[in-house]
């Protein structure tokens, strides 16, 4: 064949056709080649490992999408690039490529077993408490990812937290150090509070036009008034889907009973788990369990182990290594020491919950929702048909909603965040329908209507748009009255901020404070005992009169001085210490500190080893790659 080339090619019709050839090559073949080139270059390198132009752009695109989905699409990109968070998702891959590094260098692996076991303990792919390998996959699919490399990644997961729990299992503070935090946290302090209510301070000068109008320009923004919207949805939840697809309480019972079988609740028992990294203290504590002990109690009084408490857990939810042996236990016993690669593992069963089928009502609205789903598709089609003909003949929504016996609803006046004219939400604890209904709201334009949305599980909608007022900042003089209202306020403000600033700083005791809170007419409360420990309580007490903006400086006070600083009740709180006093702390306060004081040291050690290992390791970023992309 290259013969016969090499003979022809003074031929004119055989240089033409190389032509062809070569062009077709350039311009399929070797743009493919610079393209493939381009976004396989590594922008992140790690030892043998990288990270290409496009694997980090997908995992940005993954990130950005996370945060537009937090805010509701809100996030711009100008803002998600401001966040940092293309560093944050480098410094993320690089942790990755590192602790890959370091696994090959250790030549670290993990059983099939044993990761096909911890795969299956994700609660996000269980449904009733058992592995559902389609919800496994369809979350695979919504995350944009296949089997293969969720199995890669997994399993990186698995040894990179076995390396690193190696490390810092066990790690804690020396006990003196611990006690001294501990008697810092629960130590009580004796606090006096005195409030000024900036409502009700006295101007001496009534405000003129000047600073009033000056006031409503420097403050225009405060007074837009958001776009409002009046539409008329027809909403079909579940029970008016029920009524429409006529299916009766008899025919949820018909299919309950035909389907009792397939409603049960696996066994439960509820188990606590304790790990040692130390092989004889797993004896001991296994000593102490076989005396009626329980594993909390244990880990209380022998301290190094981890406690676990999952709670009611079935069969499924256990690891593979420990189910046989833990559902084989009865209530209240423990099984032998398992040894696995994280530790020395004690399992203990405090309750047992035997199966049972699920009962009517709680199985009613799943129920409902499979039987909607059978037979909704013909018949919402028809309807869907039915109500896009009537609109397209003229037809408003609430004509036709009329004319076919089907719910309708108007809400008026109402804006983004779904407030009416009063400011009251007009769903009160949205569902996934109404949030989609919000949102449709202000998508569709005035005069149109949003086409049938169906939402699964929940119900389906047609909305239309039948007014829409822009957003618009009203003219001084249509508001004049509350503007100047809004200047008095802020006069009023920066007098009670003034006020409470001179008080701490002329109270130089306890009696001093109670006269000048009295010659100003404030309210002065004394002996409040709390230490910080309180602070960081759910509901403290301490809400009500130490405003958390206050709350460290408070404690930083010596005896008899004061601070000032704004509340929460649209004024200023001055606080003075008057003493210190002693250390008060349950024992299960100070057990639960010496937990979390464990939890953060181990996560720093964690934290300084990934650091450490990152000093070790050659990474190299392109930053001009970096900035072309992020440009």
């Not at 270059?41 to 537009?68: N, T, Y």
């Not at 695979?140 to 990812?145: C, K, R, T």
Request: hydrophobic share 40%.
């Amino acid at each position: 064949m290259l013969q016969v080339f090499r003979d022809h090619a003074h031929k004119w019709f055989v240089k033409v056709l190389l032509s062809l050839i070569v062009l077709s090559f350039g311009i399929w073949g070797i743009g493919d080649v610079i393209y493939k080139f381009f976004t396989h270059r590594p922008v992140v390198k790690v030892g043998k490992h990288s990270i290409s132009q496009e694997e980090l752009s997908h995992h940005l695109q993954k990130e950005s999408a996370r945060i537009r989905e937090m805010t509701k699409g809100k996030a711009t990109a100008q803002q998600i690039k401001a966040l940092g968070v293309h560093m944050s998702v480098i410094n993320r891959l690089v942790t990755q490529l590192v602790l890959s590094d370091e696994l090959e260098r250790m030549n670290l692996g993990a059983s099939d077993d044993l990761l096909k076991d911890q795969i299956q303990s994700m609660p996000a792919f269980q449904t009733d408490g058992r592995f559902d390998p389609n919800k496994f996959l369809s979350v695979l699919h919504q995350q944009g990812m296949n089997e293969r490399t969720f199995l890669k990644e997994a399993l990186h997961s698995m040894l990179s937290q076995q390396l690193i729990s190696s490390l810092v299992l066990g790690v804690s503070l020396p006990e003196s150090y611990q006690n001294s935090l501990i008697d810092a946290l629960t130590r009580e302090r004796v606090f006096s509070f005195v409030e000024i209510n900036a409502s009700k301070m006295i101007l001496e000068n009534p405000a003129t036009p000047e600073q009033v109008e000056g006031f409503y320009e420097q403050y225009k923004d405060k007074y837009l008034v958001p776009e409002i919207r009046n539409i008329d949805v027809i909403l079909l939840d579940i029970k008016a889907m029920c009524q429409l697809l006529g299916i009766t309480e008899a025919d949820i019972r018909k299919s309950y009973d035909a389907q009792k079988e397939n409603l049960k609740f696996p066994e439960r028992r509820d188990v606590k788990r304790l790990t040692y990294v130390q092989e004889d203290k797993a004896i001991k504590a296994l000593a102490m369990a076989k005396k009626g002990m329980s594993l909390g109690q244990i880990a209380k009084e022998f301290p190094g182990g981890e406690l676990e408490e999952p709670g009611l857990v079935v069969k499924e939810q256990m690891p593979e290594f420990a189910a046989k042996e833990v559902f084989a236990l009865k209530s209240g016993e423990s099984t032998k020491i398992i040894s696995t690669g994280f530790g020395f593992h004690l399992f203990q069963v405090t309750k047992i919950e035997p199966p049972r089928t699920a009962t009517f009502d709680e199985a009613k609205a799943e129920l409902e929702n499979l039987l909607i789903q059978e037979q909704k598709a013909g018949k919402l089609d028809e309807l869907r048909s039915q109500i896009d003909d009537a609109i397209a003949a003229g037809q408003s929504l609430s004509e036709v909603a009329a004319k076919m016996k089907l719910p309708v609803k108007t809400f008026e006046g109402i804006n983004k965040q779904g407030l009416n004219a009063d400011g009251k939400p007009i769903f009160s604890k949205p569902n996934a329908l109404q949030l989609a209904i919000l949102e449709k709201a202000f998508f569709v334009e005035q005069g149109l209507d949003s086409g049938f949305v169906d939402v699964p599980g929940e119900g389906a909608f047609i909305l239309s748009v039948t007014q829409a007022s822009p957003a618009y900042t009203p003219k001084f003089a249509d508001i004049e009255a509350k503007v100047q209202k809004d200047w008095e306020a802020e006069q009023k403000f920066e007098l009670a901020s003034k006020l409470a600033s001179t008080i701490a700083s002329d109270a130089k005791s306890l009696s001093a404070l109670k006269n000048l809170a009295a010659k100003h007419g404030c309210a002065v409360s004394t002996n409040h005992s709390l230490s910080r420990l309180d602070l960081s309580k759910k509901g403290r007490r301490s809400a009500d009169v130490l405003p958390a903006s206050l709350a460290e400086k408070a404690f930083m006070l010596a005896p008899e001085t004061a601070v000032a600083g704004r509340n929460d009740k649209d004024g200023f709180t001055v606080v003075m210490l008057e003493k210190v006093g002693n250390t008060k702390a349950t024992k299960e306060e100070r057990q639960n500190l010496n937990n979390s004081l464990r939890n953060m040291v181990q996560e720093d050690v964690a934290s300084a080893t990934i650091n450490t290992l990152k000093e070790q390791h050659n990474i190299e970023i392109n930053q001009e790659m970096l900035a072309q992309m992020m440009d």
